[in-house]
């Protein structure tokens, strides 16, 4: 994940005058806080996606194995000895993110504990490249899944904040295809057909988890149903992308469902969202009225209740009606 890019403080985008490299006791303690507040927010985003994504794995055509583990390294960012200080890492690799009852949780690893080994390969040896930095990440998260893919599992060496050290094997689960990130400013979602990327100042954080649940189906659906694809086929004109923004309202109640969130809190999103922040994306021309979308989210909700299995679950692969793709017409 671009860090550098990412986090919109000075002292992290290398954009820092020498002076503002020791940054005084009280600018410390703000960059401290600023940047936890930060990994609060991408491990929520990170822990409800993850959620999403494992829960449809058996309904999605592009599956791969996670261990619910989200890294970062400090090479990323303009100052990385200001963040190991500041979150109490021992090396350049740290855990932001772990998902609740995920195989990494359950292998005893946490946030802030830092990652020294990946299938015995040391990490802060690895290569870096200066110009890229973030590519070093990039390059591990490959490894890892390529791991993944040949035995379903890695090997993990890591050091707790009070310095003991622990080794174990997690292993990985199928999930639904789909990377999950923060940037630090903005207020919009989008889907790029691989990633999910919420803005930090997006409203639905201060909403209830099953409503930003919601918001974060609506953009996994984007690219669950290959949007991105479908649009580059089809062209971008108004009608197309009103087509699959409907059609990723209407997924969302299933794949809340699966999650076992309340399929209903995708209308509750919707009518929350819509009459506060109309001049955002809801008056794009692409865009339909919000409430033209809650209406077919409701329309939704009510048909789908037939294919609500008695574990909560619903096949949308085999019961969803798709108005996109090869066998529409569209």
């Not at 803005?199 to 953009?219: M, N, Q, R, T, V």
């Not at 996994?220 to 949007?227: D, E, Y």
């Not at 809801?282 to 209406?295: C, S, V």
Request: aromatic fraction near 8%.
């Amino acid at each position: 994940m671009l860090r550098g890019a990412l986090i919109g403080l000075a002292l992290l985008t290398g954009t820092a005058s020498p002076a503002a490299a020791e940054p005084s006791a009280p600018e410390s303690v703000k960059f401290s806080r600023e940047l936890k507040a930060f990994q609060s927010r991408e491990a929520r985003l990170f822990a409800i996606g993850w959620r999403l994504a494992r829960a449809n794995a058996r309904y999605c055509d592009d599956t791969e194995y996670s261990s619910g583990l989200l890294l970062q390294d400090v090479a990323s960012y303009g100052e990385p000895a200001l963040v190991r200080a500041a979150l109490g890492l021992s090396g350049d690799f740290g855990v932001q993110a772990v998902a609740p009852a995920s195989p990494a949780e359950e292998g005893g690893l946490a946030v802030n504990d830092t990652v020294l080994s990946v299938d015995g390969v040391e990490l802060d040896e690895a290569p870096l490249d200066p110009k890229r930095p973030w590519a070093r990440l990039a390059d591990i998260e490959k490894d890892i899944a390529a791991s993944h893919r040949q035995d379903g599992k890695i090997t993990l060496k890591w050091r707790k904040p009070g310095g003991a050290e622990q080794t174990h094997s997690v292993a990985g689960i199928q999930v639904c295809s789909s990377r999950f990130e923060l940037a630090t400013r903005g207020k919009r979602a989008l889907a790029d057909g691989t990633r999910v990327r919420f803005g930090a100042a997006f409203p639905a954080f201060a909403y209830a988890e099953d409503e930003l649940a919601a918001a974060i189906a609506h953009e996994l659906a984007h690219n669950l149903l290959r949007h991105r694809a479908w649009l580059d086929t089809h062209g971008r004109k108004q009608s197309s992308v009103r087509l699959t923004e409907r059609e990723a309202d209407r997924l969302m109640p299933w794949l809340l469902a699966n999650a076992g969130y309340d399929p209903q809190a995708s209308l509750r999103f919707m009518e929350r969202w819509g009459p506060d922040h109309s001049g955002g994306i809801f008056r794009k021309r692409t865009h339909e009225g919000w409430d033209e979308r809650a209406e077919a989210i409701a329309a939704e909700l009510e048909g789908m209740q037939q294919f609500i299995e008695p574990d909560g679950s619903a096949d949308w692969r085999a019961h969803f009606t798709r108005e996109t793709g090869p066998d529409t017409g569209s």
